[in-house]
């Protein structure tokens, strides 16, 4: 399994891996509901349900496809992805209006739901992106590569296309897939490294809050509790760490998995 994701109700998940197929999970039952097949070039490295719940994007490699999240049916995808260009992530704005898909190695493309219309192309090449995350509010999205940077644009300032806020962390290291994300009320980015550290920024300076350090712990996922009070932390020794962000100190360490955790959701009450 590569991805996770819960539907905006809660009482669904959806999920993809190196089987090229998405399951959908009923949360009232431990068997998987629907199994979906469609993604016939690599492993499925994305899956994300729509803010209204109603569908599911997923990406893998070249292949984009869209499904409704009742009925497990494939739908129409009313905007052109470039043909022949990698697509490895896309992600739905907060209010559903757009979307963001890496495309290519380095390249952060929008695309307007309502009319299809192509949006504002963002570059951080020659870097190869790995992953696109809108803030809460929907006006930033961040973007990250397979080293110690990450970048940040301003949607609402689409004329200025550079980076609005590019960090980058001294050491050897990579991100992992879900390791960055925003807080609920977007005034917080956590970012995690494989080399155990963690690090929380104010998305509009840049400037670094806080740090946690898991000694040799690679993290695999992050996740904000919906009240912002505590980040869970996926490890590298199969236990995930739940952070009180106020007190900075790990409060809770929960253990029961067999290899290293890569993905994390709350559900929506917490």
Same mark, same amino acid.
């Given at each position: 399994m590569r991805d996770v994701d819960s539907s905006p109700n809660g009482l669904q998940i959806t999920s993809g891996g190196d089987d090229m197929k998405v399951r959908l999970w009923g949360l009232s039952s431990s068997w998987s509901s629907v199994k979906l097949q469609g993604h016939q070039v690599s492993s499925l490295l994305r899956t994300t349900y729509s803010p209204d719940g109603h569908s599911i994007l997923t990406?893998?490699?070249?292949?984009?496809?869209?499904? #409704?999240?009742? !009925? &497990?049916?494939?739908l129409p995808i009313t905007f052109q992805f470039p043909e022949a260009v990698s697509v490895t992530a896309v992600e739905f704005s907060p209010d559903g209006d757009h979307i963001a898909a890496i495309v290519g190695e380095g390249n952060v493309q929008v695309w307007d739901r309502r009319t299809c219309a192509v949006g504002p192309v963002f570059k951080a090449e020659p870097w190869r992106l790995l992953n696109a995350?809108?803030?809460?509010? &929907?006006?930033?999205?961040?973007?990250?590569?397979?080293?110690?940077?990450?970048?940040?644009? #301003?949607?609402?300032? !689409?004329t200025v296309k550079e980076h609005h806020v590019f960090v980058t962390l001294e050491g050897n290291g990579c991100f992992e897939r879900r390791s960055v994300t925003f807080s609920y009320a977007g005034n917080q980015l956590a970012i995690g490294f494989d080399d155990g550290s963690n690090h929380i920024f104010d998305p509009q300076s840049g400037d670094r809050l806080s740090s946690l350090e898991l000694a040799q712990q690679a993290l695999g996922a992050l996740a904000y509790s919906p009240? #912002?009070?505590?980040?869970?932390?996926?490890? &590298? #020794?199969?236990?995930?760490?739940l952070w009180d962000v106020q007190s900075q100190e790990p409060c809770i360490k929960l253990v029961g998995h067999s290899a290293s955790v890569q993905s994390i959701a709350y559900s929506p009450c917490g």
């Open positions: 990406a893998s490699g070249r292949s984009v496809q869209k499904w #409704d999240s009742k !009925t &497990g049916a494939s995350v809108y803030s809460p509010c &929907g006006r930033l999205v961040a973007a990250f590569s397979g080293i110690y940077c990450f970048w940040l644009w #301003d949607l609402h300032n !689409t009240n #912002d009070q505590q980040l869970a932390i996926g490890g &590298g #020794d199969s236990s995930i760490y």
